[in-house]
């Protein structure tokens, strides 16, 4: 496989061992899975299936953000325990991600469970001489980590800028530096709060990520992902953190997926633009809905109009029917396009398209090559193609279709 690199800035080749250890950003459960998150799992669903046709075993680790500063606002707006709203969104989102088939979690922690871990790291980083406090919040101290920015290739101004915009403080006083973030902090009379070496509060955003991977791996990642909106800064922070207490790479390969904006404008919480898979699915299949999603490619960023998934149901439609026919060509040479789609930084427009054409030929029974008994069933071939998307296909949904 070849896969763009964030770090590196451009597509290299992937190798890993014969066990891949793959970490990727996982919700903040303050509300419901929408397109962007679903865009963002099944890409990393797609890599997991992948590697797994290639024989590799897959330890993909998906974390729980179940306290920061999105979803304790939330829970005080609405009146329950944060931790109440945080199992009622993950309840959801579980199900939107079983409906969407992605492979489920190798592990998925949460930062509520990991706090031992994470007072571990910050101590790390302390004795190391990387932090210092102010008024009871423990900042790291970017200036200690000459490479801070080695991820995000981002200037200082820009770096500053995002930080600005992505839940950082660099206009704070009480910090040395502008860059600088919050390891752990005095919790609000109604918040959460634990016992530290530090003083009684809960973690900053940043730290949780680099505990709660390195407690599942305890070595460097094979594949850190997540959308391109957590390069700067929480990525970037997460590098700077965990090198530093650890003294080795963080992550040997980055993948960052793109925004997903709604018919022009970008989809936000605060817009109420946001297209949900709850809802979605309530009136498509949810296999349509995927096949929608990967006529995307997943760095672009793109807009979803409410019209995209009737191309997703076509599709469906077709793969249905193809399941439920006979005759066909040959399809080997349609297999091996889809996996060279794949492995080409994951193609899926041109996979989905190629799986397209195979169903057609099975469709109207032609094509070139066709099949015979020493080669393998064109309906077999095109359960095996459209699984590598993830999609799944029997005969008896083909043969009640047809």
Same mark, same amino acid.
């Given at each position: 496989?070849?896969?763009?690199?964030?770090?590196?800035?451009?597509?290299?080749?992937?190798?890993?061992?014969?066990?891949v250890r793959i970490y990727v950003c996982g919700i903040t459960p303050y509300d419901s899975t929408h397109?962007?998150?679903?865009?963002?799992?099944?890409?990393?669903?797609?890599?997991?299936?992948?590697?797994?046709?290639?024989?590799? =075993?897959?330890?993909?680790?998906?974390?729980?953000?179940?306290?920061?500063?999105?979803? $304790?606002?939330?829970?005080? =707006?609405?009146?329950?325990?944060?931790?109440?709203?945080?199992?009622? =969104?993950?309840?959801?989102?579980? !199900?939107?991600?079983?409906?969407?088939?992605?492979?489920?979690?190798?592990?998925?922690?949460?930062?509520?469970?990991?706090?031992?871990?994470?007072?571990?790291?910050?101590?790390?980083?302390?004795?190391?001489?990387?932090?210092?406090?102010?008024?009871?919040?423990?900042?790291?101290?970017?200036?200690?980590?000459?490479?801070?920015?080695?991820?995000? #290739?981002?200037?200082?101004?820009?770096?500053?800028?995002?930080?600005?915009?992505?839940?950082?403080?660099?206009?704070?006083?009480?910090?040395?530096?502008?860059?600088?973030?919050?390891?752990?902090?005095?919790?609000?009379?109604?918040?959460?709060?634990?016992?530290?070496?530090?003083?009684?509060?809960?973690?900053?955003?940043?730290?949780?990520?680099?505990?709660?991977?390195?407690?599942?791996?305890?070595?460097?990642?094979?594949?850190?992902?997540?959308?391109?909106? $957590?390069?700067?800064?929480?990525?970037?922070?997460?590098?700077?953190?965990?090198?530093?207490?650890?003294?080795?790479?963080?992550?040997?390969?980055?993948?960052?997926?793109?925004?997903?904006?709604?018919?022009?404008?970008?989809?936000?919480?605060?817009?109420?633009?946001?297209?949900?898979?709850?809802? $979605?699915?309530?009136? #498509?299949?949810?296999?349509?809905?995927? $096949?929608?999603?990967?006529?995307?490619?997943?760095?672009?960023?793109f807009e979803w109009f409410d019209e995209d998934i009737e191309d997703g149901d076509e599709r469906l439609?077709?793969?249905?029917?193809?399941?439920?026919?006979?005759?066909?060509?040959?399809?080997?040479?349609?297999?091996?396009?889809?996996?060279?789609?794949?492995?080409?930084?994951l193609h899926t427009a041109t996979a989905r398209d190629v799986l397209d054409e195979l169903a057609m030929?099975?469709?109207?029974?032609?094509?070139?090559?066709?099949?015979?008994?020493?080669?393998?069933?064109?309906?077999?071939?095109?359960? =095996? !193609?459209?699984?590598?998307? !993830?999609?799944?296909?029997?005969?008896?949904?083909?043969?009640?279709?047809?």
């Amino acid at each position: 496989m070849k896969l763009y690199d964030t770090a590196a800035q451009q597509v290299i080749a992937f190798e890993p061992g014969p066990v891949v250890r793959i970490y990727v950003c996982g919700i903040t459960p303050y509300d419901s899975t929408h397109l962007g998150h679903a865009m963002t799992y099944l890409t990393i669903d797609l890599i997991v299936r992948r590697l797994e046709d290639l024989g590799h =075993e897959v330890q993909m680790v998906r974390n729980v953000t179940d306290v920061d500063d999105s979803i $304790l606002p939330k829970a005080r =707006e609405l009146g329950i325990d944060f931790l109440e709203l945080a199992a009622r =969104e993950m309840e959801r989102f579980h !199900g939107d991600l079983e409906s969407l088939d992605a492979r489920p979690a190798y592990a998925e922690p949460r930062a509520t469970e990991s706090i031992d871990d994470i007072i571990a790291l910050v101590s790390i980083l302390e004795a190391k001489g990387q932090t210092y406090t102010v008024e009871g919040i423990t900042y790291f101290d970017v200036t200690t980590f000459p490479d801070f920015g080695k991820l995000s #290739h981002y200037s200082e101004a820009e770096m500053i800028e995002f930080a600005r915009e992505r839940g950082g403080t660099p206009d704070d006083p009480r910090q040395k530096n502008p860059l600088d973030f919050i390891l752990w902090q005095p919790s609000a009379d109604d918040e959460p709060s634990w016992d530290s070496p530090f003083g009684p509060g809960r973690p900053g955003w940043h730290i949780e990520c680099s505990a709660m991977s390195w407690a599942a791996f305890g070595e460097p990642l094979d594949l850190h992902a997540g959308g391109d909106d $957590l390069i700067f800064p929480h990525h970037e922070c997460e590098v700077a953190q965990s090198e530093s207490a650890h003294g080795a790479p963080f992550a040997k390969h980055w993948l960052h997926g793109g925004m997903v904006r709604y018919e022009g404008t970008k989809m936000s919480k605060s817009l109420g633009n946001l297209v949900f898979v709850s809802e $979605l699915r309530k009136t #498509h299949d949810p296999r349509a809905i995927r $096949l929608a999603l990967l006529a995307h490619h997943y760095r672009a960023g793109f807009e979803w109009f409410d019209e995209d998934i009737e191309d997703g149901d076509e599709r469906l439609a077709r793969l249905l029917g193809a399941v439920g026919s006979s005759g066909g060509p040959d399809p080997t040479p349609f297999l091996a396009r889809i996996r060279s789609a794949i492995d080409n930084d994951l193609h899926t427009a041109t996979a989905r398209d190629v799986l397209d054409e195979l169903a057609m030929a099975i469709l109207a029974d032609s094509g070139p090559g066709a099949a015979d008994a020493t080669t393998s069933s064109p309906v077999d071939g095109l359960i =095996e !193609g459209a699984a590598l998307l !993830g999609i799944t296909l029997t005969r008896s949904e083909g043969n009640s279709a047809s």
